[in-house]
């Protein structure tokens, strides 16, 4: 009985959603500089009122393969992102608790149990993601995905898919492109009997094109900043990133990196930096530090050093040179395996090297992340590596992207401000 | 020397035996770092493959390339070759599992000199037939590469013959186990953890010399003077580096009578058939074998297979083993554990680093598990 109430007070608060969602598209249309958190936002009120407009909703790794899903009208949603935002709003360390509480080891990616949690209590920002129809599982970026949502699919009890990309050590094998291609045919098999239609070939080949155009487009943004001083910095590039992350097949995404390139341009034009008086330049990497992004934008600020680049955001425009336009669907197979997470350590220090020459940079700042073992593990590598061939100094930062309780704040400012005095010095 | 001390002789210092086969010069070396290590392949190919575990030292030059929340198997191999312990190697091969035995791949290749470095990228689902054709394509590209790493050809007679041999240490290993789960009093549960732990190691033909008769022996052995032995338990987890926790379990009334460790069942669990492509046969025993969680076999497998083992050994309580930072095992756990719940099998989680937590605070704890069953 209870939960007969509270299922249908949820259908009332969907079909409200719905209309809203309605209302606020219309009006956002017509809005000439769209703001990125109204965009999101009724993203999620469409994604969470999927039910009455008869859409599926499809859970996807940050990596994994989106324009078939678009293609086939269904909504995608990401639980990585989701894990960034609870990290923004400070809510990840009671998150964790709560799937410490469920038996999950504090060790585990923090993302992952952050979401774990608040699937069962629809806690966080946004009271939890809209309830899946199907999972997407590509493991491009981690292991940990797939025990993730192995654990999701058990608990929502819906299909899972998983997009195995194997791991490039040292190159990319005809063996792996026949396996990864022969997935592609597999899933679209999957999304068509998950919606009961055919996949429209011609559609996913025109998204495909506008993923492309919005990663060009994602690029452009992130080159702006070889200029000095740099018209944005790495924090304003963790948050512009929000919609190459979740909406990057769509026109409204094209529309706002367009728009964002404008933007920049016209500030490298007037010589306006991200920060006021730019003399240092560094680069980071690994995911952002979520809940401490102001702090230690602030903090380097201080230091007249702003983070002109960064290996994260970049990510999701790294491997466009294995996308095939006019041949988008066979092309996804090497361009999602060969993404900057899923090579080896030495070709992610040769990307890194590449960074540090494009943007000219100081220093690196490297967050080891607890959570996160494939982007950490082999970081001191890289970091030895840059020292080593064009004489940068790196920090290492510990921390957590989400749980809190993994970071001294005092700890890493004595380590930031020591490791500014010893760039200011070299300089001299 | 009795056979036994053979084998603890080989777990107490690896490193020293395995220079020891290579002053023998019959074969080349090779270390590898999991159960998915297509082993007849390399026997095929003339060569040894050597299990590497953690080298139980502390670590220090590991400590340059690996952060402290990388697992202890993980930093203390690195730590082992970075020391030059592994200089009788003649190559390494790291079949993919988890993202930080990956990364050690990365790391080990950039940083260890050794004649070759192989990766056996394999699928990470094992129940498509896409995922099973890739399984196969990547077995016969290993074959190739050792083949030509080694500067040899390896016929399909010598890979038939290899697949031979390992169905009968798989044979015997498993019989050992059953005589172990059917009169537990038989042999302890740190010497059955000893043969099985260095037979990864030794000789294989060594091996198979000496098998047959602790198997007979043992076969004439059991049963005599029965006694009572301990609540029956069975152990999952990763790896077990620590021969003691056998000890430790028996003293507090317990007896290990089935695993599901990939230093213990998981390792000689199926056969290999006989086929005309004897790589692809290896890759369908891969396939069906009770699967590491860093691999997909279904969402309810592992669970199935644990609790099959639990009944078919009568075991009375689990006990989760654990590698502190191991993720694909901590992932699984909250699911396992509700899984032996419903089935009102009570269990116990120990989670361990290099060493095992002092003695005494295990022992209490198992002796409250162990009571309560």
């Known amino acids: 009985m209870a939960e007969k109430k509270t299922e249908s007070m949820n259908l009332v608060q969907e079909i409200f959603l719905y209309f809203l969602a309605g209302i606020r598209r219309t009006l956002l249309r017509f809005k000439k500089r769209k703001k990125i958190k109204e965009i999101l936002t009724v993203y999620y009120m469409e994604a969470k009122s999927a039910r009455i407009s008869g859409r599926k ?13 678009i293609a086939m009208d269904v ?25 410490e509480s469920m038996g999950y080891s504090t060790d585990l990616c923090s993302y992952a149990r952050s979401d774990i949690a608040c699937a069962t209590v629809n806690g966080g920002p946004i009271g939890g993601l809209p309830r899946p129809d199907m999972l997407v599982c590509c493991n491009n970026i981690c292991g940990t995905v797939l025990k993730w949502y192995e654990v999701q699919a058990r608990y ?17 094998s005809e063996e792996v492109r026949r396996y990864v291609r022969r997935q592609l045919d597999e899933y679209v098999l999957f999304l068509e009997e998950a919606c009961g239609k055919k996949m429209d070939h011609e559609r996913l080949s025109n998204v495909g094109k506008l993923s492309l155009e919005a990663q060009r487009l994602w690029q452009a943004v992130l080159d702006t900043t070889v200029n000095r001083p740099a018209p944005m910095s790495a924090f304003d590039a963790f948050y512009h990133l929000a919609l190459i992350v979740t909406l990057r097949e769509t026109r409204e995404a094209v529309d706002y990196y367009s728009r964002l390139l404008e933007r920049m341009n016209d500030r490298v034009a007037r010589g306006i930096g991200a920060i006021p008086d730019e003399k240092h330049r560094l680069l980071w990497d690994n995911i952002p530090i979520w809940h401490r992004t102001r702090w230690l934008s602030e903090k380097f600020a201080s230091h007249n050093a702003c983070l002109v680049a960064d290996t994260y955001t970049s990510a999701w425009c790294g491997s466009m040179k294995y996308i095939d336009e006019n041949n988008f669907f066979d092309s996804m197979a090497e361009a999602y395996t060969r993404i900057y997470l899923n090579i080896g350590v030495d070709e992610m220090a040769r990307m890194v090297l590449a960074m540090v020459d494009k943007y000219n940079v100081d220093g690196i700042v490297m967050h080891s992340n607890r959570s996160c073992k494939p ?54 | ?50 299990r590497l575990f953690g080298t139980g030292e502390a670590v220090h030059l590991a400590d340059a390339h690996f952060q402290a929340y990388c697992c202890s198997l993980v930093r203390g191999a690195l730590e082992g070759a970075l020391a030059g312990h592994l200089g009788f190697l003649d190559g390494a091969v790291f079949p993919h599992t988890c993202d930080s035995i990956q990364r050690l791949s990365d790391v080990w290749r950039m940083n260890v000199k050794g004649p070759f470095h192989l990766d056996v990228v394999l699928p990470v689902k094992l129940d498509t037939d896409s995922a099973k054709a890739y399984m196969s394509d990547v077995l016969h590209k290993f074959r190739s590469d050792l083949e030509s790493r080694l500067n040899i050809t390896i016929g399909k007679e010598a890979m038939q013959d290899a697949i031979r041999v390992f169905n009968r240490i798989r044979g015997y290993l498993g019989r050992l186990y059953e005589i172990k789960a059917e009169h537990p009093g038989t042999i302890s549960g740190s010497d059955l953890h000893t043969i099985i732990k260095a037979s990864m190691i030794m000789s294989r033909d060594r091996l198979l010399e000496i098998l047959p008769d602790i198997v007979t022996d043992l076969e004439k052995k059991k049963g005599q003077g029965d006694k009572p032995s301990g609540k029956r338990l069975v152990m999952t987890g990763g790896i077990c580096n620590h021969p ?15 695993d599901d460790f990939c230093t213990g069942s998981r390792y000689f669990e199926g056969i290999t058939e006989i086929k005309d ?11 069906i074998r009770p699967p590491c969680p860093a691999k997909h076999a279904g969402l309810f497998t592992r669970a199935g297979h644990l609790v099959d083992i639990v009944r078919e050994k009568r075991a009375q309580g689990v006990v989760f083993f654990f590698l502190k930072f191991c993720d694909p095992h901590a992932f699984d756990y909250p699911y396992l554990k509700a899984s032996l719940d419903r089935e009102e099998i009570p269990s116990i989680m120990v989670e361990v680093e290099d060493q095992l937590p002092s003695e005494g605070q295990l022992r209490t704890r198992f002796e409250t598990f162990i009571e309560m069953l």
């Open chain 2, 244 to 258: 003691d926790i056998y000890r430790i379990i028996e003293e507090a009334g317990g007896v290990v009578v089935g």
């Open chain 1, 156 to 172: 929502f009890n819906v299909p899972l898919f998983i997009f195995d990309t194997p791991f490039c050590h040292t190159g990319f």
């Open chain 1, 75 to 99: 909504i995608p949603v990401y639980p990585e992102n989701h894990g960034a935002m609870i990290g923004a709003s400070k809510m990840g360390t009671d998150l964790c608790e709560t799937s």
């Open chain 2, 277 to 287: 492509d004897p790589v692809a046969a290896i890759a369908e025993r891969y396939m």
């Open chain 1, 375 to 428: 982007y950490s593990l082999g970081q001191y590598d890289i970091a030895k590596i840059v020292e080593k061939e064009r004489g940068i100094p790196s920090l290492i930062i510990e921390a957590d992207m989400v749980d809190e309780r993994s970071f001294s704040e005092s700890q890493v400012a004595t380590r930031i401000d020591a490791f500014m005095e010893m760039i200011k010095a070299m300089r001299q």
């Open chain 2, 1 to 50: 020397m009795t056979r036994l001390e053979e084998f603890y002789e080989i777990l107490k210092d690896p490193a020293a035996y395995g220079r020891k086969l290579k002053g023998e010069g019959r074969r080349k070396i090779v270390g590898y770092f999991c159960s998915y290590t297509p082993e007849e392949i390399i026997y095929a190919a003339g060569a040894h493959h050597f």
């Open chain 1, 57 to 69: 909703v499809a859970w996807i790794t940050s990596g994994g393969p989106v324009e078939p899903l």
